[in-house]
C-alpha cells in the first residue's frame, strides 16, 4: 500500500514539473521572435506584456505590419455609427503604455522630479579615460519625461506641421525620431517644457555615484535597453527605434526609462546653435537601437552631430522647470 501511494506520488510529482515547464515554454514562444528564439543568455527582451516581432517589442501578439519599417501594429475601435464612443471597445496595453484613439501610447503626462544632484564624471570609469574630461556636474531640481517622446506625442495642436506630416502612419508607442535639433526644441515647447540640459541629462542618467548605465554598474543585456537590434546582439534587421516603455528593467533608481539605447537623445549643450545658425553641431546622448557596443551606452559616452540631422537614431525627451523654495 506505502509502495502504490509513493509511486503515485512520484507520477504526480512528474506531471506538475511538466505542466510547469510546458508553461513556461508556451510564454516564452509568445514573447519571443516568430521563427526564432530570444537573444542567447537574455530570454525575455520585452517587459512584460510586451510580445516579440522580429526586433520590437509590440504591445500586441499581431505580426508586424505590412506597412514596413518594422512597424507594430496599431489596433483602436473602429468608429459605428450605432454606438457611441463610450461603448466602443478599447484596445488592451501593457504597463506602462495606456489606450488611446490612436492605439497603445505613452501617458500624455508622466515625469519625474530629478532632485539636486552632483556627481564627479569621468575617473570612476577607467573605460572614460582619454575619452571624458573629468569634471563635476550638478544639476536640479527639474522634472523629466519619465519616457522618450513618441509618435504619438509628436502630433499635438502646437507642434510643427512638417513633423506631424513626415512621422504620420507609424505606430504612435514608437520612440520620436527623424525630427532634428530645432524640431524637438519646438515640441518641447508645445508641451510646456523645453530640452534639458546636457549635465540634467547626465544626472538623472547617472545619478550621484555616478553609475555607468541608467540602472547600474553591471549587466548590459537586452531585456534592459533596445540596442544591438540592427547587427546584433539582441535582433537583426531593425529600421528604427523599439516601443517606448518596453524595457522596464533598465529604469534608474528613480523611474526614468530608456536613458540608454532606442534612441539617442538630444541635450542642450553651451554653444548649442540657433534657429537657423547652421551650419552647426549640436550634442546626443544615450545611444540607440542601432548601437553594437554595450560600452557606448554608457552614461559619459556623448557624439555631436549636426543640429538639421534628422535621423532614425536621434530623438529626445522633454524637461520642465520646476519652482524651489
Same mark, same amino acid.
Given at each position: ?34 521563427? @526564432? ?74 515625469? %519625474? ?40 506625442? %509628436? ?60 540602472? @547600474? ?109
Amino acid at each position: 500500500m506505502k509502495k502504490k501511494l509513493a509511486s503515485k506520488l512520484v507520477v504526480a510529482s512528474i506531471l506538475i514539473a511538466m505542466a510547469l515547464v510546458a508553461n513556461a515554454v508556451v510564454k516564452r514562444a509568445m514573447r519571443s521572435t516568430p521563427g @526564432g528564439a530570444p537573444p542567447a543568455g537574455d530570454e525575455v527582451p520585452c517587459g512584460e506584456g510586451f510580445f516579440r516581432r522580429g526586433p520590437r517589442c509590440c504591445p500586441t501578439p499581431e505580426p508586424l505590419s505590412k506597412l514596413g519599417d518594422g512597424l507594430c501594429n496599431v489596433i483602436v475601435a473602429s468608429p459605428s455609427s450605432s454606438s457611441s464612443p463610450e461603448s466602443r471597445p478599447v484596445p488592451t496595453c501593457p504597463a506602462p503604455l495606456v489606450p488611446t484613439e490612436r492605439g497603445c501610447d505613452a501617458p500624455e503626462r508622466s515625469v %519625474v522630479r530629478v532632485p539636486v544632484t552632483t556627481v564627479l564624471i569621468g575617473p570612476s570609469d577607467w573605460e572614460a579615460e582619454g575619452r571624458v574630461r573629468p569634471r563635476t556636474v550638478k544639476a536640479g531640481p527639474f522634472e523629466l519625461d519619465r519616457f522618450e517622446v513618441s509618435m504619438g506625442h %509628436v502630433r499635438c495642436p502646437k507642434c510643427p506641421p512638417k513633423v506631424v506630416e513626415r512621422l504620420g502612419g507609424r505606430d504612435a508607442a514608437r520612440a520620436a525620431s527623424y525630427v532634428d535639433f530645432h524640431e524637438a526644441r519646438a515640441i518641447c515647447a508645445a508641451r510646456g517644457g523645453r530640452l534639458p540640459t546636457e549635465d540634467e541629462w547626465i544626472v538623472a542618467a547617472a545619478g550621484d555615484k555616478p553609475r555607468r548605465y541608467p540602472w @547600474g554598474d553591471t549587466g548590459a543585456v537586452c531585456r534592459r535597453a533596445a540596442w544591438g537590434l540592427t547587427r546584433g546582439p539582441c535582433g537583426k534587421g531593425a529600421t528604427g527605434p523599439d516601443t517606448v516603455g518596453a524595457h522596464p528593467d533598465g529604469a534608474t533608481p528613480l523611474g526614468l526609462q530608456d536613458l540608454a539605447g532606442n534612441v539617442a537623445e538630444w541635450v542642450e549643450a553651451p554653444g548649442a546653435c540657433e534657429a537657423g545658425a547652421e551650419p552647426c553641431l549640436a550634442v546626443v546622448r544615450g545611444g540607440s537601437y542601432d548601437t553594437d557596443l554595450a560600452t557606448d551606452l554608457r552614461t559619459w559616452v556623448r557624439s555631436e552631430v549636426p543640429a538639421s540631422s534628422a535621423l532614425a537614431t536621434i530623438g529626445f525627451r522633454c524637461a520642465y522647470d520646476v519652482s524651489t523654495p
